[in-house]
């Protein structure tokens, strides 16, 4: 619990979450699950009344360079918020977002999705510091990636590590869980 404005505020988790296109269905990705479920079982466990989870999802540019302004770009605090948005661009991320808020309604942690347009290893740490949680929760293929890669683009976990203002978890798969393929977590993480 963090002291803010002279009142006792819940721990906030930052969770970022992305999708996956394996067999043509937009789905929440595997390394995502992990790492929030990991949230859940390791740092919620019977403390939801303390802790606040923070979900956040980017969304790469359409082909013109942008995306609805309106429904990009906000904060939501209810899976209810994302039911009257039909945007079929969006829909992969709202109906993510919305699972994952289910998921803390059930367990009764409270918690805020942010849905946010750009470079996702950027805007992740942009959101990180300007939200100010108390931690920053990542997942990881686990594969390792090629020297090119490495050197010019890296991973979001690594970049978050070190451009977040806050400490932050990289959750990375079990060997025998991590996906063969990077189509699995190839949108965002």
Not at 26 to 46: D, G, M, Q, Y
Not at 88 to 107: E, H, P, S, T, W
Not at 154 to 182: F, N, R, W
Request: glycine share 6%; hydrophobic share 35%; proline share 5%.
């Amino acid at each position: 619990m963090a002291v803010r404005g002279g009142e006792i505020e819940p721990t906030r988790i930052m969770v970022a979450v992305n999708e996956s296109k394996t067999n043509g269905y937009p789905h929440a990705s595997e390394s995502c699950t992990a790492a929030f479920e990991w949230t859940l079982k390791t740092i919620v466990r019977n403390n939801a009344s303390r802790l606040k989870i923070l979900l956040i999802h980017v969304q790469l540019p359409d082909d013109e360079g942008g995306s609805d302004h309106v429904i990009v770009d906000n904060i939501y605090s209810s899976p209810e918020d994302f039911k009257h948005m039909k945007r079929r661009d969006l829909f992969g991320a709202i109906r993510l977002l919305g699972y994952f808020m289910k998921q803390c309604q059930d367990v009764g942690v409270a918690c805020e999705a942010y849905l946010k347009e750009g470079v996702p290893k950027t805007i992740i740490c942009c959101e990180a510091n300007d939200a100010r949680p108390d931690l920053l929760v990542v997942g990881s293929r686990g594969l390792s990636l090629s020297t090119f890669r490495k050197i010019f683009i890296g991973s979001v976990g690594e970049y978050c590590l070190k451009h977040a203002d806050c400490p932050v978890i990289v959750i990375k798969h079990s060997p025998p869980e991590t996906p063969q393929s990077t189509l699995d977590d190839s949108t965002t993480l």
